[in-house]
């Protein structure tokens, strides 16, 4: 089915679309406050590089995919749900919810100001709330994310994690030296840095 891409009707989406009305033209609507049945879950799938997926094709218009980006919500048990004031679906995501891609740095140090740009366009902040953690993937290698809302993540494309890890510096944390960057008032941990 390639409803994503044409103009031909798709019941799940219209259904989606329809619920709220003009609500993603006057900001985030508030997914928090809403809480209608859960109606199961449907054939949508966020890939590992950011791409958005409706019965196994691409989504190629980017208005659908920010429109989905958000009512996007993460339940108590981990579940990713698209919600809306009268429907919640489970969809499937095999990394994270969003992916970012852009990155300006303004000052250094714990005044060091940091905003990233996701696939779809939220601009971030980092700071203790948007925080910045690093994980080990199976090569060994760093896979940084950033908070976003709510429980939701961005995966930090390469270029910008090599840009970050470029910024980092050996801190003191509860008694341990981490390696991490300091930013939006905190300091973001990458890895142990050695004995102290």
Do not use: Q
Not at 181 to 196: C, L, R, V
Request: with cysteine.
């Amino acid at each position: 089915m390639t409803s994503t891409d044409a103009n031909s009707p798709d019941p799940v989406l219209d259904r989606l679309t329809a619920a709220l009305g003009g609500a993603a033209t006057r900001g985030p609507p508030p997914v928090e406050r809403w809480n209608p049945p859960y109606c199961g879950e449907i054939d949508m799938r966020i890939a590992a590089d950011g791409t958005w997926f409706h019965n196994g094709t691409p989504i190629r218009r980017p208005a659908l995919v920010k429109l989905f980006a958000s009512i996007l919500r993460r339940e108590e048990d981990g579940r990713i749900v698209l919600v809306t004031p009268v429907e919640c679906v489970g969809i499937t995501v095999e990394d994270a919810v969003f992916i970012a891609v852009d990155m300006a740095v303004e000052g250094e140090g714990d005044s060091r100001r940091i905003v990233l740009r996701t696939n779809v366009d939220d601009l971030v902040t980092v700071d203790a709330e948007h925080s910045l953690r690093f994980e080990e993937d199976e090569a060994g290698g760093l896979r940084p994310y950033l908070h976003v809302r709510r429980g939701l993540w961005a995966l930090v494309s390469r270029a910008i994690t090599y840009d970050l890890v470029e910024m980092g510096e050996d801190r003191m944390v509860d008694g341990a030296s981490w390696f991490g960057i300091a930013a939006g008032g905190a300091f973001h941990p990458i890895a142990p840095s050695g004995p102290t």
